[in-house]
């Protein structure tokens, strides 16, 4: 998994290609897991209300493929029951996903990635243990409204084992509808930067 | 390439945070009114009985070696067990003292006869005994304060169960106040000192020989034969097999350094080790201090383990016997036969921790309002769900 968490981390830096995109998003959707347990008794509810925001930076290989990166907070807020208590958590985590997408036209883009995540919060991070992070398959469909609006339906699916005592807070799967802005769209070839 | 990683990462995760609100089902007690006789609970209720001002200067200066005088009186469903025994009280811990509630030594005047079991009444190996008591401590959970309230006696009460080989101390969750106020729930465990050996083998404490390693595996010689224990670190130090396998409880050692390696105390060798000899018996090793087990290199090998990168004479020790064949072929059969049965399973771990934690469940709101540590109600049923968790991956690791 750290080779994972690895390459995510290097490709997200290093791309370079000739037509770059920045944009901010904002998607409110549903976390949710088909079970979740604590302390031995089984949740009713396993679902979450999920915000994430952040940035995108996409760049085009050609006229149809791109990659895209960039850097997300994730706040998930749910209620909890057990017999001897209820509770409400609130979380929030850093997200870094990267993308391979396809523009299937003007008006639709696909794309599939990967996404490296805290799993606790920092002042429970062991660097010496292997579940700090978590590993979500990404999907993303965007409607191109104009120029500067889009719209996105976002999914993640955590692909790593974890127990629940991080993912109470976090369900592992999610389901989200955005609002994409586009910042700014820039036209460099790598003749132009050397 | 790893760093870099953590790197890019540290940012975010310094910005991610989790917190929970409670809303708990049970009746909370409010500790400002609690007192021993009207608190509702199936556990003993110790109430010391102490100077005010001696306690608070005890309490405040916890670093300095301030001993008080007190009375204990114990109870149990409102029924006074122990009635105006006179103690000696100290506070207990390196650090550890320094959390708000801190762990209480407590020396009776004379030996206190448990043969009714009014004190303690756990369940013991059967060459041990509780009939006497010299000392023991209040205990706040040491490390694990802050998490569970149960760590240490859960792993210790896996090798009672599995009949180990070892010797330890016995624990039993209890409700402690000081002069009529609720204190915080505490665990009366027995010592691991010279006082507690004596008492488990039914000597005196003339009769015992012991040493400890301290962090950084120094050699603290504590009571009995000095020289005695010289010539052992010397014998380790020269490699003399033949010298150590007569001076050492072989089936103890094994046990020991199994247990120790299987759970992965990452405190240990280096630190938390106490061995000692009743008369000119050999060395036995006592098992304490488990509040930093399987919290790092889980995914360790138990040899791992017990060849800490910090020197220290039980590795090395370790190592002699390893080399011999005779030595090297009991210790992997015990091994494989103690891993691959029940008796250390996370399935009779998780029996273990949850039997203590619902010994203490109605308890630890009131706890936590006092100390507020763990935070909420949420998070020490999640740390408990981690501890079983982590003793599952450090068992799926180890077989």
Same mark, same amino acid.
């Given at each position: 998994?750290?080779?994972?968490?690895?390459?995510?981390v290097?490709?997200?830096?290093?791309?370079?290609?000739?037509?770059?995109?920045?944009?901010?998003?904002?998607?409110?959707?549903y976390?949710?897991?088909s079970?979740?347990?604590?302390?031995d008794?089984?949740?009713?509810?396993?679902?979450a209300?999920?915000?994430?925001?952040?940035?995108?930076?996409?760049?085009?290989?050609?006229?149809?493929i791109y990659?895209?990166?960039?850097l997300?907070?994730k706040y998930?807020?749910?209620?909890r029951?057990?017999e001897?208590l209820?509770?409400?958590s609130? +979380?929030?985590k $850093? !997200?870094?996903?990267? =993308?391979v997408?396809y523009?299937? #036209?003007? %008006?639709?883009?696909f794309?599939?990635?990967?996404?490296?995540e805290?799993?606790?919060?920092?002042?429970n991070i062991?660097?010496?243990?292997?579940?700090?992070?978590?590993?979500?398959l990404?999907t993303?469909?965007v409607?191109?409204? +104009?120029?500067? $609006? !889009?719209?996105?339906? =976002?999914?993640?699916?955590?692909? #790593?084992? %974890?127990?629940?005592?991080?993912?109470?807070s976090s369900?592992?799967?999610?389901?989200?509808?955005?609002?994409i802005?586009?910042l700014?769209?820039?036209?460099?070839?790598?003749e132009?930067k050397? | 390439?790893k760093?870099?990683t953590?790197?890019?990462?540290?940012v975010g995760?310094?910005?991610?945070?989790?917190?929970?609100?409670?809303?708990?089902?049970l009746n909370?007690q409010?500790?400002?009114?609690?007192?021993?006789?009207?608190?509702?609970?199936?556990?003993?209720?110790?109430?010391l009985?102490?100077?005010e001002?001696?306690?608070k200067e005890?309490y405040?200066?916890?670093?300095?070696?301030?001993e008080?005088?007190g009375v204990?009186?114990?109870?149990?469903?409102?029924?006074?067990?122990?009635?105006?025994e006179v103690?000696?009280?100290?506070?207990?811990?390196?650090?550890?003292a320094?959390?708000e509630?801190?762990?209480?030594g407590i020396?009776f005047?004379d030996?206190?006869?448990n043969?009714d079991?009014k004190?303690i009444?756990p369940?013991?190996?059967p060459?041990?005994?509780?009939?006497?008591?010299?000392?023991?401590?209040?205990?706040n959970?040491?490390?694990d304060?802050?998490?569970?309230m149960?760590?240490?006696?859960?792993?210790?009460?896996?090798?009672?169960?599995?009949?180990?080989?070892?010797?330890?101390?016995?624990?039993?969750?209890?409700?402690?106040?000081?002069?009529?106020?609720?204190?915080?729930?505490?665990?009366?465990?027995t010592e691991?000192n010279?006082n507690?050996?004596?008492?488990?083998?039914g000597?005196?404490k003339?009769d015992?020989?012991?040493?400890?390693?301290l962090?950084?595996?120094?050699?603290?010689k504590?009571d009995?034969?000095?020289?005695?224990?010289?010539?052992?670190?010397?014998?380790?130090?020269?490699?003399?097999?033949?010298y150590l396998?007569?001076e050492?409880?072989?089936?103890?050692?094994i046990?020991?350094?199994?247990?120790?390696s299987?759970?992965?105390?990452?405190?240990?060798?280096?630190n938390?080790?106490r061995?000692?000899a009743?008369?000119?018996?050999?060395?036995?090793f006592?098992?304490?201090?488990l509040?930093?087990?399987?919290?790092?290199?889980?995914?360790?090998?138990?040899?791992s383990?017990?060849?800490n990168?910090?020197?220290?004479?039980?590795?090395?020790?370790f190592n002699?016997?390893?080399?011999?064949?005779?030595?090297?072929?009991?210790?992997?059969?015990?091994?494989?036969?103690?891993?691959n049965?029940?008796?250390?399973s996370?399935?009779?771990f998780?029996?273990i921790?949850?039997?203590?934690?619902s010994?203490?469940?109605?308890?630890?709101?009131?706890?936590?309002?006092?100390?507020?540590?763990?935070?909420?109600?949420?998070?020490?049923?999640?740390?408990?769900?981690?501890?079983k968790?982590?003793?599952?991956?450090r068992?799926?690791?180890?077989?």
């Amino acid at each position: 998994m750290k080779k994972i968490s690895l390459f995510l981390v290097l490709m997200s830096t290093m791309l370079s290609f000739s037509q770059s995109e920045f944009q901010v998003e904002v998607d409110l959707g549903y976390a949710f897991q088909s079970e979740m347990i604590l302390n031995d008794e089984s949740l009713d509810n396993t679902s979450a209300f999920g915000v994430r925001f952040g940035v995108n930076y996409l760049k085009m290989f050609n006229d149809k493929i791109y990659m895209e990166t960039g850097l997300y907070g994730k706040y998930n807020r749910g209620n909890r029951r057990i017999e001897t208590l209820e509770f409400t958590s609130n +979380n929030l985590k $850093i !997200q870094l996903p990267l =993308y391979v997408g396809y523009k299937i #036209n003007n %008006t639709w883009k696909f794309s599939v990635g990967a996404s490296i995540e805290n799993n606790k919060d920092f002042d429970n991070i062991d660097f010496k243990r292997e579940d700090n992070l978590r590993y979500d398959l990404l999907t993303k469909l965007v409607y191109v409204y +104009n120029n500067k $609006i !889009q719209f996105s339906f =976002y999914t993640n699916w955590m692909v #790593n084992f %974890t127990y629940d005592v991080y993912t109470i807070s976090s369900p592992k799967n999610g389901l989200y509808l955005g609002v994409i802005y586009q910042l700014r769209k820039t036209k460099k070839t790598k003749e132009d930067k050397i | 390439m790893k760093q870099l990683t953590y790197c890019i990462l540290i940012v975010g995760f310094m910005c991610g945070c989790t917190n929970y609100d409670d809303n708990i089902k049970l009746n909370v007690q409010d500790y400002k009114t609690l007192t021993p006789e009207n608190i509702d609970t199936n556990l003993k209720v110790a109430n010391l009985i102490l100077d005010e001002s001696e306690f608070k200067e005890m309490y405040d200066n916890y670093t300095e070696d301030i001993e008080i005088q007190g009375v204990l009186n114990l109870y149990k469903n409102g029924v006074i067990l122990i009635e105006n025994e006179v103690v000696e009280v100290e506070i207990k811990g390196t650090f550890s003292a320094a959390f708000e509630l801190k762990s209480l030594g407590i020396k009776f005047d004379d030996t206190y006869n448990n043969e009714d079991r009014k004190l303690i009444d756990p369940e013991i190996l059967p060459f041990h005994s509780l009939d006497r008591v010299k000392a023991f401590r209040f205990r706040n959970s040491g490390n694990d304060f802050e998490n569970t309230m149960l760590k240490d006696m859960s792993y210790t009460k896996l090798a009672v169960n599995a009949g180990l080989n070892l010797d330890l101390t016995y624990a039993e969750q209890t409700v402690v106040f000081v002069n009529n106020k609720f204190l915080g729930l505490m665990n009366l465990r027995t010592e691991a000192n010279t006082n507690g050996m004596s008492r488990l083998y039914g000597v005196s404490k003339s009769d015992i020989t012991l040493a400890k390693i301290l962090e950084g595996g120094i050699v603290e010689k504590k009571d009995g034969d000095f020289d005695r224990i010289d010539d052992f670190i010397a014998a380790i130090d020269n490699e003399d097999y033949d010298y150590l396998i007569n001076e050492i409880d072989v089936d103890n050692f094994i046990d020991y350094m199994i247990f120790e390696s299987y759970i992965g105390n990452r405190d240990w060798p280096k630190n938390n080790v106490r061995f000692f000899a009743v008369n000119d018996g050999p060395f036995r090793f006592v098992l304490f201090d488990l509040d930093l087990v399987a919290t790092q290199d889980i995914d360790s090998s138990p040899m791992s383990f017990i060849n800490n990168p910090i020197g220290n004479p039980i590795t090395d020790l370790f190592n002699i016997m390893y080399a011999n064949e005779n030595f090297r072929q009991t210790y992997d059969v015990r091994f494989q036969n103690l891993i691959n049965s029940a008796l250390l399973s996370s399935t009779r771990f998780n029996e273990i921790a949850t039997e203590y934690k619902s010994n203490i469940e109605h308890i630890m709101p009131t706890q936590i309002n006092k100390y507020n540590t763990p935070e909420t109600f949420t998070e020490w049923y999640l740390n408990i769900d981690h501890l079983k968790n982590n003793f599952e991956a450090r068992e799926n690791y180890v077989r």
